[in-house]
C-alpha cells in the first residue's frame, strides 16, 4: 500500500484533476449543487494526496523521492540504444514538495470560496481543475519536454478564465477590459515560454544525450554544457521564467491579470502559478546551468531589488483593493528573486519559504477581497469606508495577511523575509548591504500602503450605503481559516518547513559552489 | 527537565498573557465579563510569579536565570530563543507586570458599557505579553519579534476606537513612525548577525568587547539599532506618534507612557550599553538627541492646553531626559527615572481619565477648573503625581533626577546647564497643569458638575500615589539588608553617592519651577499674556509644536505620495502602454504592412516578377 502510494501519487496529482474534467463534462450544467460538491470533493481528495505526499516525504533521504517514469515517446537510433528521448518522469525534492502543498492548499480554498459562482459552473471548475493539473505538473515532473508541457497547460486556461469569469474596471483616467487583461497576459508568458523552450531545446542538444530528463543532464554538466553555452542560456530562462514571476520590467501583466481574474483564479494566479516562474529558476536555470546562475545572479539581485521598492511604490499609488495587492505582489515576488540570486543558503531557503508564505498569504488576500466584493460590488478604496464596523471577521482577516505581507513576526512573511534579508546581507560584500537596506526598506513602505489601505477602507465612520452589510458566512470563514492557521503555522514553528525547504537546496548550492 | 524549575517558569510569564489574549479573542462573547476577569487574573498571575522569580533571583546571589530552544537550525547558524532573567530585565518584568495590572483593573470601570470591552482585554494581554517577551529575550532577534509585537498591540490600542477617523490615523501614525525606525533596528541587528555569526545579545557584546568586530561595524550597527530605539522611545524627531496616541483609552496611555513600548528603546539602548560605549561617537549623539528631546518637548508641554497632550509631551522629555543619561553613562540612572516616572506617569494619566471620566470626556483644560473639591482622590494623587515629576523633594522623582543629574556632571559636564533649564521647565507645566485643572473655579458647565470616579478607578490612584511618594527611597542603601541601593542592583560599580551642591542646586531649580508655576497659573499674581506677548513668535513655534506634523505630512503628501502616483502613472503609460503594447502594436502594425505582399492575385506576384526581372536586367546591365 505504501509502496503503491510512493509510485502513483505524484502521478495521481495530475490526472485525477484530469478525471475530475472528464467527470464534470459528464454533468449536466442544470445540476449546479451536483457540480459544486463533485468539484469539492475532487479538490478534496487531490489537495488530501497533496497533503500526505508533503507529510511523507522523508527529508533526511537524500535525492529525488516519489520518483515515476512512463516512456513517452521513443527515439531509437540517433542518440543511441537505449535512451528513451521523452518521458514523463516525475519525483520531488524539498522544494517541490512544499510547493506541491501550496497548490493543494490554494487549489482547496480556491473551490470553497468559486462556491458562488452564479455563471456557467461547471466550465469554470473545468478550466480550473485544468490549471491546476498544469500547475501540479511543474512542480513534479523531471523532464523538460514534460515540464514546459505542463507549464503551457497551467498558462494557456487563464486565458478564458479570465475573459469570461473576469471582471473590467473602469478608473476615472483609464480602463481595463477583462479581454485586454486576458489577451495580454497569455501573449505575454507566451513569449516568455518561447524563450524558454529555446533554451530547453538548446540544453537537450548540447547536453547530447537523447534525453529531456534533468538528472540525466545534471551528470554530464561539466563535460557537456561548457561555461560559455551556460552564459548565453541562462538569460533565455532567466528572462522567460522571470516574466511569470513577475520580474520587471516585465511585470505588468501580472497586476492587471490580479483584477481582472475572478477570486479563485487570482488566487491561484498570484499564490501558484507566479511560483512557477521562480521554480522553474531554481530546477532548470540553477541545477542544470550553474555557471551561467553564477554569472548573470548579480544582475537578477539589482533587478530583484527594483521589483520589491518599484513595486511597493506602485501599490502605494493604487486606490483599487486589488490593484494595490497586485503590485505588492510584484514587490513580494522581489524578495524571492532577490533570495534565489543570493546564491547563499539562507537566501535560497528564504525564497522558497518566500515562495510559500507569499502564496497562502496573496491567496487570502484575494480570498478577502473576493468577500468584500461580493458584497460591495466595489473595490475602490475611496469608496469603501469603515468596513470594520459591519464586517468585523472579514477585517480581521484582512488584517492578517496585510500584517503577514509588512513582515510582522509571528507570521510567516517575517521568517521568509528574515532569511532573504540575511542571505543578502551575506552575499556581495557592500553591494549586499545596500541591497539588504533596500529590501528592509520595501518592507517599511509596504507597511505604509497596507495601513493606508485598512485606514481607509475598514477604518473611520461607516459610510451609509454600507449600513447592511452582511459579515462572511461559515463557508468563508472556514476556507480563510485553513490559510490562517498555515500562516501562523510557519510564522511560529517554521524550523520543520525550513528542514524540508533544506533537502532541496542544498544539493542546488552546492553544484553551483562547486562549479567555480 | 523539570517544568517547574524557575528557568522553565518564566516562560509562563508571556505564554498566560498569550493564552489570555487567544480565549478572548475567541470566545470572549461566550466569557464572564466578556473574559476582562481572565486577562486580569493573568497579569495577577504573571506579578506574582515576578515575585516568585525575584525571589529566586535575589536568593540566587542575582545570577542571570536561563532558558533556551532551538527555534530554527540552519547548520552553520541556529537560531535560538531563550529567555533570560537578569538586573535589567527583572526590574523591567516588576514594572510592567504592575503597572499593566493596575491599569487593568482601572479599565474595568473605565470602559464599561464600550461595544468591545472583551476585545479591549485581549489585546491589553497581547501588549503585556509582547512587552514581556521584549525585555526577557536574549538575542535581539527574538527582541525584534517582541519588539514589532508591541508595535501591533499599540497600533491595536490606539485604534480601539476605529470608528472615529482621528484614531485610525493616530494608529497608523504610530505603527508607520516606529516602523521607519524599525527599518534602522533590523538593518542593524543583521549587520551584527553578518560580523559575529549570532544573534546572542551577550555573544555580541563579548565578541565586541574582545575586539572582534571593527569599529566601523559597533558604530553602524549601534547607530542603526539607536534608530528603532528612537522611534519606540518617542525621540526627536520620530515623536510625532506619540501625542497622537492619545486617541486611544486614556488607560491605554497610561500603559503605553509608563510600563510599555516608550519603555523599549530606553530598555533597548541599556541592554546594548556595552556595545554601544564601545562605539566611537555613539553616545555623543544618543545624549544630543536625548538632550534636544529634553528641552524641546518640555517647551511644547509647557504651552499644550489639553490634558492628555502636555502629559504626552512631558513623557516625550523625560524619555529625552533617560537617553541623555544613558548617554552621559548613567544605566542604573536611567532605569531608575524609568521606573519611578513610569510609576508616576501611570498615575498622572490614570488621574486623567478620572478627571475626563467626571468631565464628560473633556480633555481641554480651559474648561476645567476647580474640580480639587469636586475630585478630592484624584486631585490629592494628582498632585501627588505631578510634584513627583517635577522632582519636588522628596518625592520620588527627585531621586531618580538627582542620580541622573550626577552622571551628567560626571561625563557629560557641558550639557548640565541645559539639563537644570529643562529641569525647570518640568516643574513648571507640571504645575502649571495641576493649577489649571484643580484649582480657582470651574470654567465650564462640565466643570461645576464634575464628579468624583468609582472605587475601582480610584483605588489604582492610590496605590500608584504611595508609589510615587516612597518609591524614590530606592536610591538609598538599606542597610542591614543587602540593598545598597538602586544603582548598585542594576550595576555593581555604580555605587550609591551623592554630590551635595549638584543636589542643593537642582532641589533649588525645582522649587523655583514650581514656585513659577504657582504664582503664574494658582495665585495668578503675574499674568501669563504679560510674559508670553513679548515673545509671540516663539510662542507660536512652540505651540504649533516646532511644525513637525507639518512638516512631516507636507513630505508625504507632496513628495512620497505624488512620486507614488507618478510611478504608478510611469508604469501604466511608459512600461505597459508602451513597452508592452507596444510591442503588439508594432507586431500588428508591420503585419498590416506585410499584409499587402500576400495579396493571393496572380496578377499582383506577376506583376513584381515582371518588374523584378527587368530591375535584375538594369542592374546585369549596368554591372557589365
Given at each position: 500500500m505504501i509502496d503503491l502510494f510512493n509510485e502513483t501519487s505524484l502521478l495521481a496529482l495530475i490526472i485525477l484533476p484530469l478525471l475530475g474534467v472528464v467527470l464534470l463534462m459528464l454533468?449536466?450544467?442544470?445540476?449546479k449543487d451536483v457540480v459544486r460538491y463533485s468539484a469539492l470533493s475532487i479538490s478534496t481528495i487531490v489537495s488530501l494526496i497533496a497533503l500526505l505526499v508533503y507529510l511523507s516525504f522523508?527529508?533526511?533521504?537524500q535525492g529525488y523521492q516519489f520518483l515515476y517514469t512512463y516512456s513517452w515517446l521513443d527515439i531509437p537510433g540517433v542518440w543511441g540504444?537505449?535512451?528513451?528521448?521523452?518521458s514523463l518522469d516525475l519525483g520531488i525534492d524539498g522544494i517541490a514538495a512544499l510547493m506541491v502543498l501550496l497548490t493543494g492548499i490554494v487549489m482547496f480554498t480556491g473551490t470553497i470560496v468559486s462556491?458562488?459562482?452564479?455563471?456557467?459552473l461547471k466550465d469554470f471548475f473545468i478550466l480550473y481543475f485544468l490549471l491546476l493539473s498544469g500547475v501540479f505538473g511543474v512542480f513534479v515532473s523531471l523532464d523538460m519536454f514534460f515540464f514546459f508541457f505542463f507549464y503551457e497547460l497551467s498558462v494557456l486556461p487563464m486565458y478564458l478564465l479570465i475573459g469570461k469569469w473576469g471582471s473590467s474596471s473602469k478608473f476615472p483616467t483609464f480602463a481595463r477590459s477583462k479581454e485586454y487583461s486576458a489577451m495580454k497576459l497569455t501573449l505575454v508568458l507566451v513569449a516568455g515560454s518561447v524563450l524558454i523552450w529555446v533554451a530547453i531545446i538548446a540544453i537537450f542538444i548540447q547536453a547530447?544525450?537523447?534525453?529531456?530528463n534533468i538528472l540525466a543532464i545534471e551528470k554530464v554538466i561539466s563535460e557537456n554544457l561548457s561555461s560559455d553555452f551556460q552564459k548565453i542560456a541562462f538569460p533565455l530562462l532567466l528572462i522567460g521564467f522571470g516574466i511569470l514571476a513577475g520580474l520587471w520590467p516585465f511585470h505588468t501583466w501580472s497586476p492587471d491579470g490580479h483584477v481582472s481574474a475572478p477570486t479563485a483564479v487570482s488566487m491561484v494566479h498570484a499564490g501558484v502559478l507566479m511560483k512557477l516562474g521562480a521554480f522553474g529558476i531554481i530546477r532548470i536555470g540553477m541545477l542544470l546551468l550553474p555557471e551561467g546562475a553564477q554569472f548573470w545572479m548579480p544582475l537578477l539581485i539589482v533587478l530583484g531589488a527594483v521589483n520589491v521598492i518599484y513595486g511597493a511604490i506602485s501599490a502605494m499609488g493604487q486606490t483599487d483593493l486589488k490593484y494595490v495587492i497586485g503590485y505588492s505582489s510584484v514587490s513580494h515576488m522581489g524578495y524571492v528573486l532577490m533570495g534565489i540570486a543570493t546564491l547563499h543558503y539562507l537566501g535560497l531557503t528564504g525564497a522558497v519559504l518566500q515562495m510559500f508564505s507569499h502564496g497562502v498569504m496573496t491567496a487570502l488576500f484575494f480570498a478577502v477581497v473576493g468577500m468584500i466584493y461580493e458584497r460591495t460590488h466595489t473595490r475602490d478604496s475611496l469608496v469603501l469606508q469603515g468596513l470594520a464596523k459591519k464586517m468585523t471577521v472579514t477585517t480581521i482577516l484582512f488584517g492578517i495577511a496585510g500584517l503577514t505581507s509588512l513582515g510582522l513576526?509571528?507570521?510567516s512573511g517575517f521568517v521568509a523575509e528574515l532569511l532573504i534579508f540575511m542571505g543578502i546581507f551575506q552575499s556581495y560584500g557592500f553591494g549586499g548591504i545596500i541591497l539588504g537596506a533596500f529590501a528592509v526598506l520595501g518592507a517599511a513602505i509596504t507597511a505604509i500602503y497596507i495601513l493606508r489601505l485598512i485606514a481607509k477602507s475598514f477604518f473611520g465612520p461607516i459610510s451609509t450605503?454600507?449600513?447592511?452589510l452582511t459579515d462572511s458566512n461559515l463557508r468563508e470563514r472556514f476556507a480563510a481559516g485553513i490559510l490562517v492557521l498555515t500562516i501562523l503555522l510557519i510564522g511560529l514553528w517554521p524550523y520543520p518547513f525550513v528542514e524540508v525547504i533544506k533537502h532541496g537546496v542544498d544539493p542546488i548550492l552546492s553544484g553551483i559552489l562547486g562549479a567555480i | 527537565m523539570d517544568l517547574f524549575q524557575i528557568n522553565n517558569l518564566i516562560w509562563m510569564l508571556p505564554l498566560i498573557c498569550v493564552f489570555a489574549f487567544l480565549s478572548i479573542g475567541l470566545f470572549s462573547k461566550f466569557l464572564p465579563s466578556e473574559g476582562a476577569i481572565i486577562s486580569i487574573f493573568s497579569i495577577g498571575f504573571a506579578f506574582i510569579l515576578f515575585i516568585f522569580v525575584l525571589i529566586d533571583f535575589i536568593s540566587g546571589d542575582l545570577a542571570a536565570i536561563h532558558s533556551s530552544f532551538t527555534w530554527i537550525d540552519l547548520g552553520e547558524w541556529t537560531i535560538s530563543w531563550g529567555l533570560l532573567i537578569d538586573r535589567i530585565s527583572i526590574v523591567m518584568i516588576g514594572l510592567i507586570t504592575f503597572v499593566a495590572f493596575l491599569v487593568q483593573i482601572y479599565s474595568v470601570g473605565y470602559m464599561k458599557?464600550?461595544?468591545?470591552f472583551g476585545w479591549y482585554f485581549a489585546v491589553h494581554s497581547l501588549f503585556a505579553s509582547a512587552m514581556m517577551l521584549l525585555v526577557l529575550s536574549d538575542n535581539l532577534l527574538l527582541l525584534y519579534f517582541a519588539w514589532e509585537l508591541v508595535g501591533l498591540g499599540s497600533y491595536l490600542l490606539i485604534g480601539?476606537?476605529?470608528?472615529k477617523t482621528s484614531a485610525a490615523e493616530a494608529a497608523k501614525k504610530a505603527f508607520v513612525t516606529t516602523r521607519i525606525g524599525d527599518v534602522g533596528l533590523l538593518i542593524g541587528i543583521i549587520i551584527l548577525f553578518k560580523a559575529t555569526?549570532?544573534?546572542h545579545i551577550s555573544s555580541i557584546i563579548h565578541a565586541a568587547q574582545e575586539g572582534g568586530i571593527s569599529n566601523e561595524v559597533i558604530f553602524w550597527s549601534s547607530f542603526l539599532i539607536f534608530l528603532g530605539a528612537m522611534g519606540k522611545s518617542a525621540?526627536?524627531?520620530?515623536?510625532?506618534w506619540l501625542p497622537d496616541a492619545?486617541?486611544?483609552?486614556t488607560p491605554v496611555s497610561a500603559l503605553i507612557h509608563a510600563a510599555t513600548m516608550v519603555a523599549a528603546g530606553i530598555y533597548l539602548v541599556g541592554r546594548m550599553f556595552p556595545l554601544f560605549e564601545l562605539g566611537p561617537g555613539i553616545l555623543v549623539i544618543i545624549s544630543i538627541v536625548g538632550i534636544v528631546t529634553f528641552i524641546l518637548a518640555g517647551a511644547i508641554a509647557l504651552v499644550m492646553t489639553d490634558i492628555k497632550r502636555v502629559l504626552a509631551y512631558s513623557t516625550i522629555s523625560h524619555l529625552g531626559l533617560m537617553m541623555l543619561s544613558l548617554g552621559s553613562f548613567g544605566v542604573p540612572a536611567a532605569f531608575f527615572h524609568l521606573v519611578l516616572h513610569g510609576f508616576s506617569k501611570a498615575l498622572l494619566f490614570l488621574g486623567a481619565g478620572s478627571v475626563m471620566h467626571g468631565m464628560h470626556?473633556?480633555?481641554?483644560?480651559?474648561?476645567?477648573?476647580?474640580l480639587r473639591k469636586k475630585m478630592p482622590i484624584t486631585s490629592l494623587t494628582f498632585l501627588v503625581g505631578s510634584l513627583s515629576l517635577a522632582g519636588?523633594?522628596?518625592?520620588?522623582g527627585f531621586f531618580s533626577k538627582d542620580e541622573i543629574l550626577i552622571s551628567i556632571w560626571e561625563y557629560?559636564?557641558?550639557?548640565l546647564p541645559i539639563t537644570l533649564f529643562g529641569v525647570f521647565l518640568s516643574s513648571l507645566y507640571m504645575i502649571r497643569l495641576y493649577c489649571l485643572i484643580?484649582?480657582?473655579?470651574?470654567?465650564s458647565e462640565y466643570a461645576e458638575k464634575a464628579h468624583e470616579s468609582p472605587r475601582t478607578m480610584t483605588y489604582p490612584l492610590i496605590i500608584l500615589s504611595i508609589l510615587a511618594l516612597f518609591?524614590?527611597?530606592?536610591a538609598f542603601p538599606f542597610p542591614?539588608?543587602?540593598?545598597?541601593g538602586f544603582a548598585a542592583f542594576i550595576?555593581?560599580?555604580?555605587?550609591f553617592h551623592m554630590i551635595p551642591w549638584l543636589t542643593v542646586v537642582s532641589i533649588l531649580v525645582a522649587f523655583s519651577g514650581a514656585f513659577l508655576g504657582w504664582v503664574i497659573?494658582?495665585?495668578?499674581?503675574?499674568?501669563?499674556n504679560n510674559i508670553s506677548s513679548p515673545l509671540k513668535f516663539l510662542y507660536r513655534l512652540v505651540f504649533r509644536k516646532f511644525l513637525f506634523d507639518e512638516i512631516y505630512s507636507w513630505i508625504a503628501n507632496k513628495i512620497v505620495f505624488t512620486f507614488s502616483r507618478w510611478i504608478t502613472i510611469f508604469d501604466r503609460?511608459?512600461?505597459?502602454?508602451?513597452?508592452i503594447d507596444g510591442v503588439g502594436n508594432s507586431t500588428k502594425k508591420s503585419a498590416d504592412i506585410l499584409k499587402y505582399f500576400q495579396s493571393g492575385y496572380l496578377y499582383n506576384y506577376s506583376l513584381v516578377m515582371v518588374v523584378g526581372l527587368f530591375l535584375m536586367a538594369i542592374a546585369w546591365w549596368l554591372v557589365e
Amino acid at each position: 500500500m505504501i509502496d503503491l502510494f510512493n509510485e502513483t501519487s505524484l502521478l495521481a496529482l495530475i490526472i485525477l484533476p484530469l478525471l475530475g474534467v472528464v467527470l464534470l463534462m459528464l454533468i449536466p450544467s442544470a445540476y449546479k449543487d451536483v457540480v459544486r460538491y463533485s468539484a469539492l470533493s475532487i479538490s478534496t481528495i487531490v489537495s488530501l494526496i497533496a497533503l500526505l505526499v508533503y507529510l511523507s516525504f522523508d527529508h533526511s533521504i537524500q535525492g529525488y523521492q516519489f520518483l515515476y517514469t512512463y516512456s513517452w515517446l521513443d527515439i531509437p537510433g540517433v542518440w543511441g540504444e537505449g535512451s528513451g528521448a521523452i518521458s514523463l518522469d516525475l519525483g520531488i525534492d524539498g522544494i517541490a514538495a512544499l510547493m506541491v502543498l501550496l497548490t493543494g492548499i490554494v487549489m482547496f480554498t480556491g473551490t470553497i470560496v468559486s462556491w458562488s459562482i452564479k455563471e456557467d459552473l461547471k466550465d469554470f471548475f473545468i478550466l480550473y481543475f485544468l490549471l491546476l493539473s498544469g500547475v501540479f505538473g511543474v512542480f513534479v515532473s523531471l523532464d523538460m519536454f514534460f515540464f514546459f508541457f505542463f507549464y503551457e497547460l497551467s498558462v494557456l486556461p487563464m486565458y478564458l478564465l479570465i475573459g469570461k469569469w473576469g471582471s473590467s474596471s473602469k478608473f476615472p483616467t483609464f480602463a481595463r477590459s477583462k479581454e485586454y487583461s486576458a489577451m495580454k497576459l497569455t501573449l505575454v508568458l507566451v513569449a516568455g515560454s518561447v524563450l524558454i523552450w529555446v533554451a530547453i531545446i538548446a540544453i537537450f542538444i548540447q547536453a547530447n544525450l537523447g534525453t529531456f530528463n534533468i538528472l540525466a543532464i545534471e551528470k554530464v554538466i561539466s563535460e557537456n554544457l561548457s561555461s560559455d553555452f551556460q552564459k548565453i542560456a541562462f538569460p533565455l530562462l532567466l528572462i522567460g521564467f522571470g516574466i511569470l514571476a513577475g520580474l520587471w520590467p516585465f511585470h505588468t501583466w501580472s497586476p492587471d491579470g490580479h483584477v481582472s481574474a475572478p477570486t479563485a483564479v487570482s488566487m491561484v494566479h498570484a499564490g501558484v502559478l507566479m511560483k512557477l516562474g521562480a521554480f522553474g529558476i531554481i530546477r532548470i536555470g540553477m541545477l542544470l546551468l550553474p555557471e551561467g546562475a553564477q554569472f548573470w545572479m548579480p544582475l537578477l539581485i539589482v533587478l530583484g531589488a527594483v521589483n520589491v521598492i518599484y513595486g511597493a511604490i506602485s501599490a502605494m499609488g493604487q486606490t483599487d483593493l486589488k490593484y494595490v495587492i497586485g503590485y505588492s505582489s510584484v514587490s513580494h515576488m522581489g524578495y524571492v528573486l532577490m533570495g534565489i540570486a543570493t546564491l547563499h543558503y539562507l537566501g535560497l531557503t528564504g525564497a522558497v519559504l518566500q515562495m510559500f508564505s507569499h502564496g497562502v498569504m496573496t491567496a487570502l488576500f484575494f480570498a478577502v477581497v473576493g468577500m468584500i466584493y461580493e458584497r460591495t460590488h466595489t473595490r475602490d478604496s475611496l469608496v469603501l469606508q469603515g468596513l470594520a464596523k459591519k464586517m468585523t471577521v472579514t477585517t480581521i482577516l484582512f488584517g492578517i495577511a496585510g500584517l503577514t505581507s509588512l513582515g510582522l513576526p509571528g507570521l510567516s512573511g517575517f521568517v521568509a523575509e528574515l532569511l532573504i534579508f540575511m542571505g543578502i546581507f551575506q552575499s556581495y560584500g557592500f553591494g549586499g548591504i545596500i541591497l539588504g537596506a533596500f529590501a528592509v526598506l520595501g518592507a517599511a513602505i509596504t507597511a505604509i500602503y497596507i495601513l493606508r489601505l485598512i485606514a481607509k477602507s475598514f477604518f473611520g465612520p461607516i459610510s451609509t450605503q454600507w449600513e447592511d452589510l452582511t459579515d462572511s458566512n461559515l463557508r468563508e470563514r472556514f476556507a480563510a481559516g485553513i490559510l490562517v492557521l498555515t500562516i501562523l503555522l510557519i510564522g511560529l514553528w517554521p524550523y520543520p518547513f525550513v528542514e524540508v525547504i533544506k533537502h532541496g537546496v542544498d544539493p542546488i548550492l552546492s553544484g553551483i559552489l562547486g562549479a567555480i | 527537565m523539570d517544568l517547574f524549575q524557575i528557568n522553565n517558569l518564566i516562560w509562563m510569564l508571556p505564554l498566560i498573557c498569550v493564552f489570555a489574549f487567544l480565549s478572548i479573542g475567541l470566545f470572549s462573547k461566550f466569557l464572564p465579563s466578556e473574559g476582562a476577569i481572565i486577562s486580569i487574573f493573568s497579569i495577577g498571575f504573571a506579578f506574582i510569579l515576578f515575585i516568585f522569580v525575584l525571589i529566586d533571583f535575589i536568593s540566587g546571589d542575582l545570577a542571570a536565570i536561563h532558558s533556551s530552544f532551538t527555534w530554527i537550525d540552519l547548520g552553520e547558524w541556529t537560531i535560538s530563543w531563550g529567555l533570560l532573567i537578569d538586573r535589567i530585565s527583572i526590574v523591567m518584568i516588576g514594572l510592567i507586570t504592575f503597572v499593566a495590572f493596575l491599569v487593568q483593573i482601572y479599565s474595568v470601570g473605565y470602559m464599561k458599557g464600550d461595544s468591545r470591552f472583551g476585545w479591549y482585554f485581549a489585546v491589553h494581554s497581547l501588549f503585556a505579553s509582547a512587552m514581556m517577551l521584549l525585555v526577557l529575550s536574549d538575542n535581539l532577534l527574538l527582541l525584534y519579534f517582541a519588539w514589532e509585537l508591541v508595535g501591533l498591540g499599540s497600533y491595536l490600542l490606539i485604534g480601539f476606537w476605529y470608528e472615529k477617523t482621528s484614531a485610525a490615523e493616530a494608529a497608523k501614525k504610530a505603527f508607520v513612525t516606529t516602523r521607519i525606525g524599525d527599518v534602522g533596528l533590523l538593518i542593524g541587528i543583521i549587520i551584527l548577525f553578518k560580523a559575529t555569526g549570532t544573534f546572542h545579545i551577550s555573544s555580541i557584546i563579548h565578541a565586541a568587547q574582545e575586539g572582534g568586530i571593527s569599529n566601523e561595524v559597533i558604530f553602524w550597527s549601534s547607530f542603526l539599532i539607536f534608530l528603532g530605539a528612537m522611534g519606540k522611545s518617542a525621540q526627536f524627531p520620530l515623536h510625532v506618534w506619540l501625542p497622537d496616541a492619545m486617541e486611544g483609552p486614556t488607560p491605554v496611555s497610561a500603559l503605553i507612557h509608563a510600563a510599555t513600548m516608550v519603555a523599549a528603546g530606553i530598555y533597548l539602548v541599556g541592554r546594548m550599553f556595552p556595545l554601544f560605549e564601545l562605539g566611537p561617537g555613539i553616545l555623543v549623539i544618543i545624549s544630543i538627541v536625548g538632550i534636544v528631546t529634553f528641552i524641546l518637548a518640555g517647551a511644547i508641554a509647557l504651552v499644550m492646553t489639553d490634558i492628555k497632550r502636555v502629559l504626552a509631551y512631558s513623557t516625550i522629555s523625560h524619555l529625552g531626559l533617560m537617553m541623555l543619561s544613558l548617554g552621559s553613562f548613567g544605566v542604573p540612572a536611567a532605569f531608575f527615572h524609568l521606573v519611578l516616572h513610569g510609576f508616576s506617569k501611570a498615575l498622572l494619566f490614570l488621574g486623567a481619565g478620572s478627571v475626563m471620566h467626571g468631565m464628560h470626556d473633556q480633555t481641554e483644560v480651559e474648561l476645567m477648573g476647580g474640580l480639587r473639591k469636586k475630585m478630592p482622590i484624584t486631585s490629592l494623587t494628582f498632585l501627588v503625581g505631578s510634584l513627583s515629576l517635577a522632582g519636588i523633594v522628596p518625592l520620588s522623582g527627585f531621586f531618580s533626577k538627582d542620580e541622573i543629574l550626577i552622571s551628567i556632571w560626571e561625563y557629560n559636564s557641558w550639557f548640565l546647564p541645559i539639563t537644570l533649564f529643562g529641569v525647570f521647565l518640568s516643574s513648571l507645566y507640571m504645575i502649571r497643569l495641576y493649577c489649571l485643572i484643580f484649582l480657582s473655579t470651574a470654567r465650564s458647565e462640565y466643570a461645576e458638575k464634575a464628579h468624583e470616579s468609582p472605587r475601582t478607578m480610584t483605588y489604582p490612584l492610590i496605590i500608584l500615589s504611595i508609589l510615587a511618594l516612597f518609591s524614590g527611597l530606592l536610591a538609598f542603601p538599606f542597610p542591614f539588608t543587602g540593598w545598597e541601593g538602586f544603582a548598585a542592583f542594576i550595576d555593581d560599580h555604580h555605587k550609591f553617592h551623592m554630590i551635595p551642591w549638584l543636589t542643593v542646586v537642582s532641589i533649588l531649580v525645582a522649587f523655583s519651577g514650581a514656585f513659577l508655576g504657582w504664582v503664574i497659573y494658582g495665585s495668578r499674581r503675574i499674568v501669563i499674556n504679560n510674559i508670553s506677548s513679548p515673545l509671540k513668535f516663539l510662542y507660536r513655534l512652540v505651540f504649533r509644536k516646532f511644525l513637525f506634523d507639518e512638516i512631516y505630512s507636507w513630505i508625504a503628501n507632496k513628495i512620497v505620495f505624488t512620486f507614488s502616483r507618478w510611478i504608478t502613472i510611469f508604469d501604466r503609460v511608459i512600461v505597459n502602454d508602451t513597452g508592452i503594447d507596444g510591442v503588439g502594436n508594432s507586431t500588428k502594425k508591420s503585419a498590416d504592412i506585410l499584409k499587402y505582399f500576400q495579396s493571393g492575385y496572380l496578377y499582383n506576384y506577376s506583376l513584381v516578377m515582371v518588374v523584378g526581372l527587368f530591375l535584375m536586367a538594369i542592374a546585369w546591365w549596368l554591372v557589365e
